[in-house]
């Protein structure tokens, strides 16, 4: 079955950095698209990033343009989030989703991966 496993959370302080990594098993992505979404404490959950497997097309939320680049190594099955000046604003557990081959419904979601950003 389709399993998605995030690491790289933490500790980090404003301004820091962190890289988050999703690796993905079960069957082949090639014409999914994989995202990362987050969840903060009392909020919704929203999406900061997204990639298509095929052309490497990405997405970024408004919330973390400029700071944060998502990238993918299709031989492995993995895909990352490189979080560069982290606010505290960033702290929440962050999930890895991927959607069926050619949809856009994300049907595939990971445990999760919490990163807590200290003013």
């Known amino acids: 079955q389709v399993q998605l496993v995030e690491s790289g959370g933490g500790l980090v302080q404003a301004g820091g950095s962190l890289r988050l990594s999703c690796a993905a098993s079960?069957?082949?992505?090639?014409?999914?698209?994989m995202g990362w979404a987050r969840q903060a404490l009392g909020k919704e959950r929203e999406f900061v990033a997204a990639?298509?497997?095929?052309?490497?097309?990405?997405y970024y939320a408004d919330s973390v343009k400029g700071r944060f680049t998502i990238s993918r190594d299709n031989a492995k099955n993995t895909v990352y989030l490189q979080m560069n000046s982290l606010k505290p604003d960033d702290t929440a557990v962050y999930y890895c989703?991927?959607?069926?081959?050619?949809?856009?419904?994300?049907?595939?979601w990971g445990q999760g991966t919490q990163v807590t950003v200290s003013s």
């Open positions: 989703a991927a959607t069926r081959p050619q949809q856009l419904r994300y049907d595939y």
């Open positions: 079960g069957r082949t992505f090639a014409s999914s698209r």
């Open positions: 990639i298509n497997w095929n052309d490497g097309d990405p």
